[in-house]
């Protein structure tokens, strides 16, 4: 049994899960699980084997609405009641005396998170590669068709204006976090305002949707959606423009993320991504130039809250040197994004 982990008040939360998670038997391991730059993820093991995970906010947090814990059990628990593969809600603590910060549990699920060409090439053959872009396309359609009221999600958030709310927030976060003066977010910010897309009926948007914040069988299949801490209600051909950003195949053009995985043979590229997600889903992509023009200019916004958070010390410590790309991410974001603009 681990008697201290950086996160975890142990005995406490120990107690607690005994007392709240079914099944959950003392005492438990905790292990932190690689990978994520905002909330805090471990694995639980309990004595008889059960695995569950838990999830916190990072250990300085002056962001408060994108570490909600219970906004984002919320809308968990809110899906298992959906076609959208996401792990069991098991319990939320929202007790800052029984781990100094809210937490919530839910079910360990046993898939692959793919960041890496190692990852992708260890744990899935080329055939299954190909399938996790189509699957990878076909949950987030799944996403956007989730109704609304039959889940208790209607509330989740205001239902119009989804691009211009995203511009107020991300903006204000980037002036509240920038660790430098990058005047091409501030144009591109400016230029954006005026071009807003005319949104059509609200979905469901994850916000953060890419290969990595999912797990896939090792047929390729997502078997869970994960990271939903920046989900809201808006328009869902902003998701598909974050998933290509995100998302660079093995002869695209590099994309301002280090995508990693999906430059493997197999995978698709960037364009029959979207064309295959278009589609199932059957939406109008409409002008999707100037949604892709957003999404870079909201992962600038993104990365530099990471390479902030970073820097401050929230998420570890981390040499000048190890955080020099997440600097030049957020600059070649911000570039992509004006270079859309000027088409």
Not at 91 to 116: I, K, Q, W
Request: proline share 4%.
């Amino acid at each position: 049994m681990v008697s201290s982990i950086e996160g975890v008040n142990v005995e406490r939360v120990s107690e607690w899960l005994e007392m709240h998670v079914g099944g959950a038997t003392a005492p438990f391991d905790f292990d932190v699980i690689a990978g994520g730059h905002s909330n805090l993820t471990f694995r639980v093991t309990d004595s008889v084997g059960g695995q569950y995970v838990l999830r916190r906010p990072p250990l300085a947090h002056g962001l408060a609405s994108a570490h909600d814990m219970a906004r984002e059990h919320r809308i968990i628990s809110a899906l298992n009641r959906s076609k959208v593969p996401v792990p069991a809600a098991r319990g939320l603590c929202e007790d800052d005396s029984v781990n100094g910060a809210p937490f919530y549990v839910m079910d360990f699920v046993d898939g692959h998170v793919l960041r890496t060409t190692e990852d992708a090439n260890r744990h899935l053959s080329e055939t299954a590669r190909r399938r996790a872009s189509e699957s990878i396309a076909e949950t987030l359609s799944t996403i956007h068709a989730v109704d609304l009221d039959n889940v208790g999600l209607s509330t989740l958030g205001k239902h119009e204006d989804y691009i211009a709310r995203q511009l107020r927030r991300w903006y204000g976060q980037w002036q509240q976090q920038r660790t430098r003066e990058l005047p091409l977010v501030d144009r591109v910010h400016d230029e954006l305002v005026r071009r807003i897309p005319a949104q059509g009926p609200a979905t469901i948007v994850h916000g953060d949707y890419r290969l990595d914040n999912t797990m896939v069988t090792s047929e390729g299949d997502v078997c869970a959606v994960l990271d939903w801490e920046i989900c809201t209600l808006g328009d869902p051909l902003a998701d598909v423009a974050m998933l290509s950003v995100y998302w660079t195949g093995p002869t695209d053009t590099t994309s301002a993320w280090d995508a990693g995985a999906t430059t493997a043979p197999g995978f698709l590229n960037r364009d029959d991504l979207v064309e295959h997600y278009a589609s199932v889903s059957g939406r109008d992509l409409g002008d999707f130039t100037t949604y892709l023009a957003f999404a870079n200019w909201k992962l600038a916004c993104i990365l530099e809250g990471v390479y902030a958070r970073y820097v401050g010390g929230a998420l570890g410590e981390r040499s000048m040197e190890e955080l020099e790309p997440f600097a030049r991410q957020v600059e070649a974001a911000a570039v992509a994004a004006a270079a859309l603009l000027d088409r």
